[in-house]
T-cell receptor, first 115, second 112 residues
Framework: DTAVSQTPKYLVTQMGNDKSIKCEQN?????MYWYKQDSKKFLKIMFS???????INETVPNRFSPKSPDKAHLNLHINSLELGDSAVYFC??????????????FGPGTRLTVT | QKEVEQNSGPLSVPEGAIASLNCTYS??????FFWYRQYSGKSPELIMF????GDKEDGRFTAQLNKASQYVSLLIRDSQPSDSATYLC????????????FGKGTMLLVSP
């Protein structure tokens, strides 16, 4: 059984388009995240939701809008795509936000290529 | 601004040797420390976490934490070619909603 799943796995699109990435976790976790991993493999947090509530919003352009319809799902919508948005986007989940038990489970990633 | 520093490598070791991966962090308030492994084209997977000073062992892996020196390391004993991957160090703070801050990772190459 897939713990954290993302769709699509690959996304190729042109500049200026709008696209969405979906994420679902079946672990019963309360917290979900979006990360961006750039071409240099640097993994950086973008957003975090706890029980459908946005709790962390790092410095991300407002073209990126996350949405959590329920605690098992976290989607990412990107407007007016730019070349610099090309990266691998990982969804992750964890049980709570306590620093003591912070094990995060990552999805397989969505490779976004903007041409 | 929290920073987590790792040598990008690659760190090359022969099969059967001990691989030593190091990480330093800037935030003295950091409480928990994680090592993730990421194979090329795959997602990160957790290997170990540690939050007390000293050593923590799990099979062939040992995590070492020295909060005074703001240093955390991962030792891999009896390295195998299948251990070849990028190892990401991540740290998190101690209160409230806290994010994982990742280092840029160290690539490990284990040669047969």
């Amino acid at each position: 059984d897939t713990a954290v799943s993302q769709t699509p796995k690959y996304l190729v699109t042109q500049m200026g388009n709008d696209k969405s990435i979906k994420c679902e976790q079946n672990l019963g976790h309360d917290t979900m995240y979006w990360y961006k991993q750039d071409s240099k493999k640097f993994l950086k947090i973008m957003f975090s939701y706890n029980n459908k509530e946005l709790i962390i919003n790092e410095t991300v352009p407002n073209r990126f809008s996350p949405k959590s319809p329920d605690k098992a799902h976290l989607n990412l919508h990107i407007n007016s795509l730019e070349l610099g948005d090309s990266a691998v986007y990982f969804c992750a989940s964890s049980q709570g936000t306590s620093f003591v038990s912070y094990e995060q489970y990552f999805g397989p990633g969505t490779r976004l290529t903007v041409t | 601004q929290k920073e987590v520093e790792q040598n990008s490598g690659p760190l090359s070791v022969p099969e059967g040797a001990i691989a030593s991966l190091n990480c330093t962090y800037s935030d003295r308030g950091s409480q928990s420390f994680f090592w993730y492994r990421q194979y090329s084209g795959k997602s990160p997977e957790l290997i170990m976490f540690i939050y007390s000073n000293g050593d923590k062992e799990d099979g062939r892996f040992t995590a070492q934490l020295n909060k005074a020196s703001q240093y955390v390391s991962l030792l891999i004993r009896d390295s195998q070619p299948s251990d070849s991957a990028t190892y990401l160090c991540a740290v998190t703070g101690g209160s409230g909603y806290s994010t994982l801050t990742f280092g840029k990772g160290t690539m490990l190459l284990v040669s047969p």
